[in-house]
């Protein structure tokens, strides 16, 4: 009898259990499965190159070294720039030259010579003068032919106009350089203190700093090899400056508003979660992942990529490490 008991209830109650079974299995299969959105840490990012074009010296970072602002990060070597300074150098020496005569005017030996020019030449007026007077009285006498008086005469006019130049000349001389001459020379000096003060500028280029605190996370280029202008040879990272990223569908938008604050789990460094408030919100391009809505609702819900900085400074944080945010 109790045989026949157990019988019966092994053959109902284990197939009864199995459909309860199979049913609770495929209820729980269609049940709404929590979310958890992935992003990931990204920092700011400078790259450290030169105005000047040349042959990198010496870098003196490697990867992973903490750089702060105004040290030394390389060098370049430039032969045409240690030129142009040479040249320059050359005319503002020049220049100033030009001006220190301009103010000081004409040397004593200069004024005397002029001088002596203004009565060479006088004198030789003086004798065409005489000349000229002994002839006219001969052509009036009728011994000498008109031809002899008109040629002594022009001799006598080229002797006036050379005698009043070199007078001129000897006035000019002494009285000095006018203002509109100095005036030039100055301005001269000044565009070729320019000019040195521009390649000095582009020497002092060749030593490249850093304008921001960070770490090396790239070097481009290394030592003997050419760098073109603006050519970025190291890449800092600052981890202080660090920020996380969620690509959103729009249906989770709103969880996402601009100063939201949220909780998020860093795998990488612990168990701990921690807060990110969100500082910005864009539409990510036509490019990004559309995704179809469930229950016919007629449209394509797209992706918003969503930026979060951390509420406080995290310790041990590096870009790239993930950060997971439950439903």
């Known amino acids: 009898m109790i045989t026949r008991f157990l019988h019966i209830i092994l053959t109902v109650l ?22 958890q959105l992935q992003g990931q840490i990204e920092a700011q990012q400078y790259n450290i190159s030169s105005k000047v074009a040349g042959r990198i010296d010496n870098v003196l970072v490697r990867k992973g070294d903490p750089v702060t602002k105004g040290q030394l990060v390389f060098t370049i070597l430039s032969p045409e720039i240690d030129a142009k300074l040479a040249q320059a150098m050359a005319s503002k020496d020049a220049a100033e030259a030009m001006a220190e005569e301009a103010h000081t005017g004409a040397r004593r030996q200069q004024i005397e010579a002029a001088r002596d020019q203004w009565q060479q030449a006088k004198a030789a007026e003086d004798l065409l003068e005489k000349t000229f007077k002994r002839i006219d009285t001969l052509y009036q006498d009728g011994v000498v032919p ?14 006036r106009y050379a005698s009043n130049a070199a007078y001129q000349m000897y ?30 500028v582009y020497e002092e280029d060749t030593r490249v700093e850093s304008w921001h605190d960070g770490e090396v996370s790239q070097i481009l280029l290394h030592s003997g090899e050419l760098a073109p202008q603006g050519f970025p040879v190291v890449t800092i990272m600052d981890m202080k400056d660090a920020w996380a990223v969620f690509h959103v569908r729009e249906d989770r938008l709103a969880e996402f508003e601009k100063g939201h604050e949220f909780a998020a789990h860093i795998p990488a460094i612990g168990n701990d979660t921690y807060n990110f408030r969100v500082d910005h919100v864009a539409v990510m391009g036509d490019f990004a992942t559309w995704r179809a809505t469930d229950g016919g609702a007629g449209f394509d819900m797209r992706s918003f990529e969503v930026e979060a900085r951390p509420v406080h400074p995290i310790q041990g944080l590096r870009a790239g490490m993930s950060v997971l945010i439950p439903e």
Not at 17 to 35: D, E, H, I, K, R
Not at 146 to 159: H, I, K, S
Not at 176 to 193: L, M, N, Q, S, Y
């Open 14 to 35: 284990m197939p009864a259990s199995l459909v309860v079974w199979l049913c609770y299995t495929f209820w729980y299969a269609y049940q709404p499965q929590p979310v």
């Open 146 to 159: 008109e031809q002899r008086r008109d040629e002594v005469y022009t001799q006598l006019q080229a002797a």
């Open 171 to 200: 006035h000019l001389i002494k009285e000095g350089t006018r203002d509109e001459t100095i005036k030039a020379a100055e301005g001269k000096v000044r565009a070729a203190a320019g000019a040195v003060a521009e390649v000095r």
